[in-house]
Nanobody
Framework: QVQLVESGGGLVQPGGSLRLSCAAS????????IGWFRQAPGKERERVSC????????YYGDSVEGRFTMSRDNAKNTVYLEIHNLSPEDTGVYYC???????????????????WGRGTLVTVSS
């Protein structure tokens, strides 16, 4: 059974940093494209980053490029998202998700992802 559990969210001041984790079970990370998405209150879910299945390369949304770093630890079956220089616009629920085939994550299509965690809330406020 595929399971994704996010953690590491919380309240942080503008300019601060966080590291989110996504613990995976029931599958092998290498078998999927993995993405981080976020959803701010009243807004649509937005793709933040992806690590592609076929070559392990990383892609980031324009709004987070240079501030967010996604990585994975295959030995721990865990995916991470390091976030720096946070701003209130980064507030939202952050989800990790899996894609078995296709290019939904790369294209930013949340509807094409196959599995989702429940999310972890990040609040950026002074």
């Amino acid at each position: 059974q595929v399971q994704l559990v996010e953690s590491g969210g919380g309240l942080v001041q503008p300019g601060g940093s966080l590291r989110l984790s996504c613990a995976a079970s029931g599958f092998t990370l290498d078998d999927y494209t993995i993405g981080w998405f976020r959803q701010a209150p009243g807004k649509e879910r937005e793709r933040v980053s992806c690590i592609l299945k076929h070559d392990g390369s990383s892609y980031y949304g324009d709004s987070v490029e240079g501030r967010f770093t996604m990585s994975r630890d295959n030995a721990k079956n865990t995916v991470y998202l390091e976030i720096h220089n946070l701003s209130p616009e980064d507030t939202g629920v952050y989800y990790c998700a899996l894609e078995s085939k296709g290019s939904s994550c790369l294209m930013g299509y949340s509807s094409g992802m196959d599995y989702w965690g429940r999310g972890t809330l990040v609040t950026v406020s002074s």
